[in-house]
């Protein structure tokens, strides 16, 4: 008997190592985040060491794409690894163009549910806005912890806990502030133990929201340059946290925006053409870092494609999560392991294809493959007419786009969207635009879960 007794404290005690070994997590995503607004991205008044540093630390990614080009669908898919149609998205967002009772499928297998399942904790402080009713709220959806708005900052003045309100109305200046200081109480709280933490930050997105201490201060001369310098400060008490705990060794740190900057906004996006809502580059493309001291290699600048659907499986396999075995296929994960990739190693980048979409429609609207990027037609958004962002250089381009053909880009070369190629290169044009309506069959005709929940409280 006390052979067994002694055999199970031993394989008890292994288990807590094990557990103790696995590195945390900590992804940051913020809202509506310019692909140009950090400094280490070329902004030119925007300063933000703490980033830049991290960045330097670890691996900063120049073709990094959110999973759509608006909030809720791009959540979607950072937290499933799948496209967003997949999991319940039509168009728009939750409260505008989707319904208020619209939201993630909560069948859909989360990344949350994914690292609870293997003895982590988790949390979510920011934003979610991935349902507003009780069977689509984040504590349902695997999140042990939860302080939250449920919808765009725009959108609502409550502050969550779980199912309960526990500020109404919320201050829009302190939000930054008020997250950080969840996350470092959780850190404290869960040192001893493999911790999961989603930390969706709600600026830059309007009405842009800015502590009084940091009110002024950035060279940019507008709110939104000082958004952006208090999130790096506050990311920074972060990592300072994870020193003093020395954890910082520990645990892997991503940061990234959920989509291209807002129109109208005083964000940038060069040499990129085009901003939220729209397919093109400015729409998706943003910044993204990720840092793991001692193991990502510093100082590396990733150049391949990788898209947030990529970070469920990635990052479960960074902490040796078998994440095929819990997926069931609900949803058909379409993000694929890039952690060799980060790592720096000589391996063939298994992401050389990718779908855009429009925030107003649920139909790919072009398709990435290689260098190459195909739009099947035009249309207005691809010309950048109305307010997509355009140099006066890109402008004068775009004057030879007319015509309802296809257009096609070679990104590398013509990062702005601006040379249609697609005459000279009929062959690739087909090529693409077969694959674009192999994967949008496969979407349509698969495994997709709906939302029909009744419609309850706004």
């Known amino acids: 008997m006390r052979i067994f007794i002694t055999l199970f404290l031993l394989l008890a005690l292994t288990a807590t190592l094990n557990a103790a070994e696995k590195p945390n997590v900590i992804l940051i995503m913020v809202d509506d985040l310019g692909y140009q607004d950090l400094s280490c991205y070329g902004h030119p008044a925007i300063k933000t060491p703490v980033l830049d540093q991290l960045a330097k630390e670890g691996v900063r990614l ?49 990344i949350a ?15 979610w806005h991935l349902g507003n ?41 302190m939000l930054t ?62 990592l300072a946290k994870l020193k003093e705990e020395k954890l910082d060794k520990k645990t892997i740190v991503l940061f990234c925006s959920d989509n291209g900057p807002n129109p109208g906004e005083k964000a940038g996006c060069l040499p990129l053409r085009g901003e939220k809502w729209s397919p093109l580059e400015g729409g998706t493309r943003v910044p993204c870092i990720v840092n793991y001291p001692g193991v990502i290699p510093p100082g590396q600048v990733c150049r391949e494609i990788v898209g947030a659907i990529d970070l469920l499986p990635t990052l479960c396999t960074a902490c040796n999560i078998d994440w095929k ?31 855009y979409w429009h925030g107003m429609n649920v139909k790919p609207q072009a398709i990435r493959v290689g260098d190459w990027k195909l739009f099947p037609t035009r249309g207005n958004a691809l010309r950048g007419l109305g307010s997509a962002r355009k140099t006066p250089e890109q402008a004068k381009k775009l004057e030879k786009l007319t015509g309802n053909g296809p257009a096609l880009f070679n990104l590398r070369k013509d ?26 069959a496969d979407i349509a005709n698969g495994d997709i879960i709906p939302i029909s929940l009744p419609a309850k409280e706004k």
Not at 147 to 172: A, G, H, M
């Open 62 to 110: 120049t073709d990094f794409y959110s999973g759509a080009t608006v909030c809720t669908p791009s959540r979607m898919a950072l937290m499933t690894g799948a496209y967003p149609p997949r999991v319940g998205w039509t168009k728009g967002v939750i409260g505008y163009k989707m319904g208020w009772q619209d939201g993630m499928s909560p069948e859909a297998l989360t």
């Open 177 to 238: 502030k008020q997250f950080t200081d969840e996350a470092l109480l959780f850190i404290e709280k869960n040192k001893e133990k493999p911790f999961f933490l989603y930390l969706p930050y709600t600026v830059p997105h309007f009405p842009v929201g800015v502590h009084k201490d940091w009110l002024g201060k950035s060279a940019y001369k507008h709110k939104y340059g000082d958004a952006v310098e208090e999130l790096d400060a506050r990311i920074g008490t972060l």
């Open 415 to 440: 990062p702005g969207e601006t040379v249609d190629l697609s005459a000279e290169q009929p062959e690739r044009v087909a090529a693409m635009q077969k694959r674009l309506d192999e994967i949008a």
């Open 325 to 355: 075995s819990k997926s069931q296929g609900k949803p058909k994960i379409d993000g694929v392991n890039v952690w060799p990739t980060l790592l720096g190693k000589k391996v063939e980048h298994p992401r050389t294809e990718l779908l």
């Open 133 to 173: 009713q009780p069977e689509t709220r984040p504590h349902r959806q695997g999140f042990d912890e939860t302080f939250y708005i449920d919808k765009s900052n725009n959108q609502t003045k409550k502050l969550w806990r779980d199912d309960e309100v526990v500020i109404d109305p919320k201050n829009n200046d």
């Open 113 to 127: 549910e994914i690292f609870k399942s293997e003895g982590y904790r988790t949390a979510l402080f920011g934003k």
